[in-house]
C-alpha cells in the first residue's frame, strides 16, 4: 500500500512545493481563464459568488447599496486570484500569498462549478453514464485541492488557534 503524498507541501525555506500533473495544472489555468471571464458579468452563474447580504423583500434598498459598496472590491478580488492560479498554474513553488490566491481561486471555481451542476449535500453522486461526469470531477479535485491549502494554512496556527501575546507586550 502506498502512503498519500499530499500535491503541496511546504519547504523549509516557507515556500510551498506543488506536485500536480501537467494535465490537472492545464485544466487548473483554462479553468481559471473562463472563470476569470465570467465573474465580470451578472450571470446565474455567478450567483453564489457574490451572494446577497439582504433576502427580504423589504430589504431591497439595503441590498442595492449592499452591492454598490462592496461589488466592485469583490469582483477585482476574484479576478486577480483567478489570474494569479491562471499564471502561476505551471509553477514549482509558490509564496504563501500565491498559495492563499491559489485558495481564493479554486473556491470561486467552485462557486461557479457549483452553481453549474446545481451541486447541493443531499444529491446523489452522477452516474458513470451521465455527460456531466467530467464536471464533477473537476468539482471534487477543487475540494481536494482547497482541502489540502486550508490544512497547511492550518498548521501555521498557533497552538490552541490564537496568537500567545506576553503581558504588557505585543
Known amino acids: 500500500m502506498t502512503a498519500y503524498r499530499s500535491p503541496i507541501r511546504q519547504t523549509r525555506d516557507g515556500r510551498y512545493e506543488v506536485r500536480l500533473d501537467p494535465e490537472v495544472r492545464a485544466v487548473l489555468r483554462a479553468a481559471a481563464e473562463q472563470v476569470g471571464d465570467l465573474v465580470t458579468t451578472e450571470t446565474g452563474l455567478t450567483r453564489r459568488v457574490y451572494p446577497p447580504a439582504y433576502v427580504a423583500a423589504d430589504q431591497e434598498q439595503a441590498e442595492s447599496e449592499y452591492q454598490k459598496l462592496v461589488h466592485g472590491a469583490l469582483e477585482r478580488r476574484h479576478r486577480g486570484c483567478l489570474a494569479t492560479l491562471a499564471e502561476t498554474a505551471t509553477s514549482v513553488t509558490l509564496d504563501r500569498e500565491e498559495l492563499g490566491q491559489w485558495l481564493s481561486a479554486v473556491e470561486t471555481i467552485r462557486l461557479v ?5 446545481d451541486v447541493s449535500e443531499d444529491m446523489d453522486p ?3 453514464d451521465d455527460p456531466s461526469l467530467p464536471e464533477f470531477v473537476l468539482y471534487d479535485l477543487l475540494g481536494l485541492l482547497q482541502e489540502t491549502i486550508v490544512d497547511l ?3 501555521e496556527l498557533p497552538e490552541g488557534g490564537v496568537d500567545q501575546v506576553s503581558p504588557g507586550g505585543r
Open 113 to 117: 462549478l457549483g452553481t453549474r451542476l
Open 126 to 128: 452522477p452516474q458513470e
Open 153 to 155: 494554512f492550518a498548521r
